[in-house]
């Protein structure tokens, strides 16, 4: 059974047994990292898990489609990584918050799409693949044992089937871990948010991470999510017209606690693909947001076992790695990755724009 409204025109929600498995598929990835964030940075959890929901049910009833409502990888990566601190990931998520908005508001996209080049964002993708497997590995060698549960926790799911979900599962377990170790919390309120020290935070650590959020956030979100809604639900919603949406969604939610985020086309596939087809599995997955951040509390964070994060985070980064193949330059993709995790992420991303102008140029020479 299931209840539909309609918003207006073609946007309309539904309410189903399908909209609610939909809703599993846009926290394959969104809870694995914002857990490590809540764990390896000084984000409040709750707040963070607050400003999801409040977002996911927004732009669900905006578009009146499974539009996606996810961290903004490159620079969670980066902070995961300990490379970005918490007012740097906050200031760097306000920067692209307005350059989002001018973009969108401007349509300047299409010239943007020709200089990056769609090799450069499966490299700057490759790159956040590899700054979370270091990390991941890192973790998970603290405790092997631990380790060695989540990761045949993983292998089981997956040969079950459930390849996409094995980052939840293993989540789960963890969850459970820690609350055997913590107890049941009592719910309560987030409070007020935390207010991050932006005066101190302009650095170079927060000019790459923006430099290569935004390769990831223009070809992985507003251009390819664009074309995946024309795809799978046969309407047009313009790229532009996302990154505005990506714009507001920034500017005011990291002052409320909230992390970066962005409308990435793997969560829009992931909905999808667990069954999702209307705005209908935002609003449920907002409002699990939102009471999950009622017991999300510091003691419960904190008894979750790093090393079984470890695993969680080389799921996540095997999955964004491995997008790579698809690059229509993998020698490309590769090395700009792999210059990025040994050399600097601003410069690999330069370079690889370099590179590929000059590869470009030649093939329409020859």
Known sequence: MAVSVRITGSRRIEFSVDEVTGAVGDSLTVLPIVVALALLTEISLPHVLVAFGVFQIVWGVWYGLPVSVEPMKALAALA???ALSYAELALAGLVLGVVLLAVGYTGALSVVERWIGEPVVRGIQFAVGLL?????VSLAAESPPLAAVGLVVALV???LGYRNA???VVLGVGAAIALG???VPAVQSPGLPPVPALGSALTWGVVDGIVAQFAMTIGNAALATSLLFSDLFDREVPADVLAGSMGVTNLLAVPLGGIPMCHGCDGVAGKYEFGA???GAN???GIGYLALALVATGALVAAFPVAMLG???ALVAISLGSSVRKSSNVALSVGIGLLALVWNVGIAFALGICAHLVVERYRRGA
């Open 181 to 183: 170790t913590a107890g």
């Open 157 to 159: 799911v997956i040969a």
């Open 311 to 313: 695993v969680l985070l």
């Open 277 to 279: 087809r209307t705005g």
């Open 80 to 82: 995961i990584a300990g």
């Open 132 to 136: 979370l497997l270091e990390t991941g």
């Open 283 to 285: 609003v449920i997955l």
């Open 166 to 168: 094995s980052a939840l």
